[in-house]
């Protein structure tokens, strides 16, 4: 990345002893020091309160909650916390967003994060010139770029395309399909750290080194290349078109360019 670039971290790991918070660290300390503008949203550390309910908007009495949620949004009527969050999340060109892998996916209070911060008319629910929805390609984030970082108790050939517990991308793919790429994002392929609970400070040196490594280049990496809504991929219905090679169908009918099965994913433990 080029010097002076806009970052938000958002973190959501309860043990601040563990690896993945001293990743984080290490991760935002390395940012800062080669020139970037760092935000850091550590939710653990904010207490941040992860239910969506009717205490987060002013609205018209008797809309529903969708409604007044967007009502809220283009009138300055949420809440305090949400508007220091959007405002964050404006004023980053990347984000990245770290967790643990607990039950296949995030933690509850990152969920509660999504659920409350990608309002209604600020990352979906946003319309083009000509009144439609923009969605799947673009949309209310569009021009920012997103980065997972997730640390994980399995092993790494488990999380591979042919392992117990499915692919990474396919694990994540509410996260990385149905709302960065959803919301208009470059999304890239996710940085897994395997076998967390075994990496000793050798190990740690070897993750802090590819952490860093995989910040450095974020701007030349190309993002996962899904197919967007008005790819002509798809019909009226949102349905892959019949001439579209589905495969096995799945997560991965829907990009344009997989990697071959002897290339490596940037997450792999000796991807540089």
């Known amino acids: 990345m080029t010097s002076n670039e806009s970052v938000l971290w958002v973190h959501a790991h309860p043990d601040r002893t563990s690896l993945n918070h001293a990743l984080f660290r290490s991760g935002t300390d390395r940012l800062r020091c ?46 305090a916390d949400i508007r220091r969050e ?15 892998l607990w039950w296949y996916g995030m933690p509850a209070i990152l969920k509660g994060w999504f659920d409350r911060v990608f309002t209604n008319g600020f990352a979906f629910g946003v319309h083009d010139e000509h009144g439609h929805v923009v969605k799947y390609g673009d949309g209310g984030l569009a021009g920012k770029t ?7 108790g399995d092993r790494e050939s488990a999380l591979g395309p042919r392992g117990i517990s499915g ?35 050798q190990g740690f040196d070897v993750e802090e080194k590819r952490l860093h490594a995989r910040l450095g ?13 008005r790819s002509g991929d ?23 360019q997989r990697a071959s099965s002897t290339s490596q994913p940037p997450w792999c433990s000796n991807a540089s």
């Open 34 to 79: 080669v020139g970037h503008d760092v935000s850091i949203s550590d939710l653990y550390a904010q207490n941040w309160n992860p239910v969506l309910s009717g205490a987060d908007f002013v609205g018209p009495v008797g809309d529903t909650l969708s409604a007044q949620q967007k009502h809220a949004t283009a009138t300055g009527g949420l809440a």
């Open 86 to 100: 959007q405002d964050a999340v404006r004023a980053a060109r990347y984000i990245v967003v770290q967790f643990p």
């Open 146 to 152: 997103l980065l997972v970082v997730v640390t994980a």
């Open 167 to 201: 692919s990474i991308d396919h694990v994540l793919w509410p996260l990385l399909h149905g709302t960065g790429f959803y919301t208009g994002m470059r999304v890239l392929r996710p940085h897994l750290i395997a076998s967390a609970n075994f990496i000793d400070a």
């Open 217 to 229: 280049k974020l701007d030349a990496e190309p993002a996962i290349d899904f197919r967007s809504l």
């Open 234 to 256: 798809y019909d009226a219905d949102h349905v892959l078109l019949p001439h579209i090679p589905a495969g096995e169908g799945g997560p991965d009918s829907h990009v344009r």
